[in-house]
């Protein structure tokens, strides 16, 4: 699965092949590579939505739950992201529905609104790992110190960690807003490295991440290397290129020679 650096890294577009060798700290992403985040945020959004369709019933010619969520909703946050470039808040998902029925025809924030309180009260719960999560903490910290390296708000992303016991597995846990650096910012790669972490030098930091515009782009940016956990299958770009691509997390077990 590993091969050696290109000597030409840039020349091509595939990924450029990881420098195993070189690797002496990990991070982690969070949303989308250690916890099964969309799902819990498509779950979290069916019940609240049924209720606004039952009030106007032309919502439902959009599709069913799961569309509107995954290519409508998403897209509109996916927007809004766009417009703002910097930390994410949650006041940004109450805009997200508020577009939802703007764009709709619908002029009724209030309802909006009740929708977004209704969804942030129901997707906390619906967090799970992904199956293969704990096993690769487990076993690659015996190896190597860890850094989670996550965007987000603070509440939302210590939530996230203390649900499920992992500030345990890492040396450093370094959440966006709490620093107030966001990746892509190579600024926040440097961070997690800062001492006591200050003995690895930023060639020697793998991060893996699900977001190349995020984990991929700030990893290199900072002069770390990166794997790119694509699950999903998505086609490669032409703007942002991963030392590795990994399929699931556990292969990273396998591209790290730990089992
Ligand atoms: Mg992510």
């Known amino acids: 699965m590993t091969t050696t650096r290109d000597s030409t890294p840039d020349a091509a ?14 991070s982690f992403d969070l949303d989308g590579t250690l916890i099964d985040s969309r799902t819990a945020w498509r779950d979290g959004f069916a019940a609240p939505f049924a209720r606004l369709a039952e009030r106007y019933p032309a919502l439902l010619d959009l599709g069913d739950s799961a569309h509107v969520h995954d290519r409508i909703f998403q897209k509109y946050l996916i927007e809004i992201w766009e ?10 998902v109450r805009d997200g529905w ?8 619908i002029s009724d ?23 293969d999560s704990l096993e690769v903490l487990e076993t690659v910290q015996r190896r190597y110190p860890l850094v989670l390296l996550t965007n987000g708000n603070a509440t939302h992303q210590r939530m996230k960690i203390d649900a499920h016991d992992l500030e345990k597995w890492f040396h450093r846990v370094v959440v966006s807003e709490e620093v107030g650096l966001v990746k892509p910012d190579p600024a926040i790669f440097a961070h997690a490295l800062s001492a006591p972490l200050d003995i690895f030098a930023a060639p020697s930091a793998l991060h893996v991440g699900d977001m190349r ?4 782009a700030g990893a290199r940016a900072a002069g770390w290397q990166s794997a790119w956990i694509n699950r999903g299958g998505a086609p490669a770009d032409d703007e942002h290129h991963p030392d590795i691509e990994i399929a699931s997390l556990s292969e990273l077990l396998d591209v790290l020679g730990l089992r």
Do not use: C, K, N
Not at 83 to 92: I, T
Not at 213 to 216: G, M, R, T, Y
């Open 13 to 26: 577009h595939e990924p450029r092949g990881l420098d195993v060798a070189r690797v002496e700290v990990v």
């Open 83 to 92: 417009r703002v470039r910097g930390e994410w808040s949650p006041d940004y």
């Open 98 to 105: 508020r577009i939802l029925l703007d764009r709709h025809a």
């Open 109 to 131: 924030h209030a309802a909006a609104d009740a929708a977004y309180e209704e969804y942030e009260a129901t997707w906390p719960a619906m967090m799970r790992l992904f199956e």
């Open 213 to 216: 515009s995020q984990d991929i």
